[in-house]
């Protein structure tokens, strides 16, 4: 089993920045990506970012330039900087942590951004 914590939502204005963190512990050893999904009220979960044990990351386009993710594999951690936010990144992000046929998800955090 992998527990999934996530913390650093809360409510900023547009243009402003927050970051969230998401640490992943437990059966972790065979953990290949971690990443951040959302999901805005009547819209379907989506992909934000993630970033694999090696590295490689993969961004949705409408928050290229503006997020950066990052992670800390030793401490099975991985973090999402976002920058310049829009009221359109309003979202429950949630964390996802993959290991082969598994994917774990934490609780989620609350991002608003006011106009």
């Known amino acids: 089993q992998v527990q999934v914590v996530e913390s650093g939502g809360g409510l900023v204005q547009a243009g402003g920045s927050l970051r969230l963190s998401c640490a992943a512990s437990?059966?972790?050893?065979?953990?290949?990506?971690m990443g951040w999904y959302r999901q805005a009220p009547g819209k379907e979960r989506e992909l934000v970012a993630t970033?694999?044990?090696?590295?490689?990351?993969n961004y949705a386009d409408s928050v290229k330039g503006r997020f950066t993710i990052f992670r800390d594999n030793a401490k099975n951690t991985v973090h999402l900087q976002m920058n310049s936010l829009k009221p359109e990144d309003t979202a429950v992000y949630y964390c996802?942590?993959?290991?082969?046929?598994?994917?774990?998800w934490g609780q989620g955090t609350q991002v608003t951004v006011s106009s």
């Open positions: 996802n942590v993959r290991r082969p046929e598994y994917f774990y």
């Open positions: 970033i694999s044990n090696a590295g490689s990351t």
């Open positions: 437990g059966s972790t050893g065979s953990i290949y990506l």
